[in-house]
């Protein structure tokens, strides 16, 4: 792979000698789903695929962008005395939108860079690669322009920042966060009201983390995720008439019981009961696993999954087809959907000796049902956002 990027590299941009070579992954969330924007905790891991890129610094003040996974559309040229979305942009807006951040946060470029990119995360399927993109962009600048006062968590803000005001999604921490502090072989649980989080170790002897997708492919900007978070804003602010409180992640579901008196809309009720209780459905998961008691873990993943289709209705009926399928099979120890929702993928555990025949049964009855293959990914959990070639 870093042959055939610095050969591209140097076929589009000269010789590629001084370039650099860098790697941002994907992440998976096993628990803690929509709880990010609302002050709660996660549970996500970074993979081993990722996004993969080679840059270099360039003398005038232009930025080159091309991804070898969307040759058609060529080379994308914008400069730095014009950083605006532009829908001709296309793809580019995500590193573009990172440039932008860092000249909003006080880190104007001076010269522009040439930046060839290549990635293993499926578009769209709920895995982070637009995080991965922006985390991957942050990566590359700090080290091209020698920023040495950008932690890994900064970049995950930047990220974030860039994809909030610059590309029109108003997502949560956790993407970027765990694609900037990813770490071999363990999950994050992160608190997103405060940042802090522990690494935990993913040893799962006798069983193995299976991502299934759908191929329903979302789209976070068109879809209602921005609807979403609205309304679990509208109903904190019916909570906050009555209780000193900045984010539903603060409420244990014995205070949310005792206050959801105080959300009057149903819509809103709901919301807010799936990101209270997923809360602590994360918290307790969290807890099992370092206790050893995967069944119980599975349990939690399992009642995440019907909270999201009842209560937070981002699910669809892919989605829930290939989590019933993973529910009857033996031998799965909880399934869930995964990610932002409105297609993408589900993330499911499954005993070792089961997963050929879990991959067999699911895959054959979803393309019975829908007439499209689901595609299957067994998780290795990797590290954060890195320069490769140090
Ligand atoms: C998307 C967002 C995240 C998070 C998840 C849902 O992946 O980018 O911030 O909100 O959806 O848990």
Known sequence: MKQKLYDKFAELFGAADDAHFYFAPGRVNLIGEHTDYNGGHVFPCALTLGTYGVARKREDRLMHFYSCNLEDIGVVEASLDDLTNKDSYDWANYPLGVVWTFSEKGYKLENGFDMVIWGNIPNGAGLSSSASLEVLTGVIL???????????????????????NFNGCNCGIMDQFTVAVG??????????????????????EDSKIIITNSN??????????????????????????????????????????????L????????????????????ITAVKALKEGDIKKFGELMNQSHVSLRDDYEVSCKEIDLLVELS????????????GGG??????????????????KNVGEAYADKFGYEAEFYVVNIGGGASRLDV
Do not use: M
Request: aromatic share 8%.
């Open 216 to 261: 329903v492919k979302h789209s976070l900007v068109t879809s209602e995720y921005n609807v979403r978070r609205q309304e679990c804003a509208d109903a904190l602010s019916d909570l906050q008439k009555e209780l000193p409180i900045s984010s539903l992640g603060e409420l244990t579901p014995e205070k949310f019981e005792e206050a959801k008196h």
């Open 327 to 338: 529910w009857n099979t033996p031998g799965v120890i909880g399934s869930r959907i995964t």
């Open 142 to 164: 700090t080290d091209l322009y020698g920023i040495t006062d950008l932690s890994p968590i900064d970049l995950a803000l930047f990220g974030q920042y860039s994809e909030n």
């Open 183 to 204: 770490k071999k072989d363990n999950a994050i649980f992160l608190d997103t009201n405060t940042l802090e989080y522990e690494y935990a170790p993913i040893q799962l």
């Open 342 to 359: 409105f297609g993408g993928c589900t993330v499911s555990i499954v005993k070792n000796e089961a997963v050929d025949e879990f991959i």
């Open 263 to 282: 959300i009057r809309d149903e819509v809103r009720l709901k919301r807010a009961k799936h990101a209270v209780y997923e809360n602590q459905r994360t």
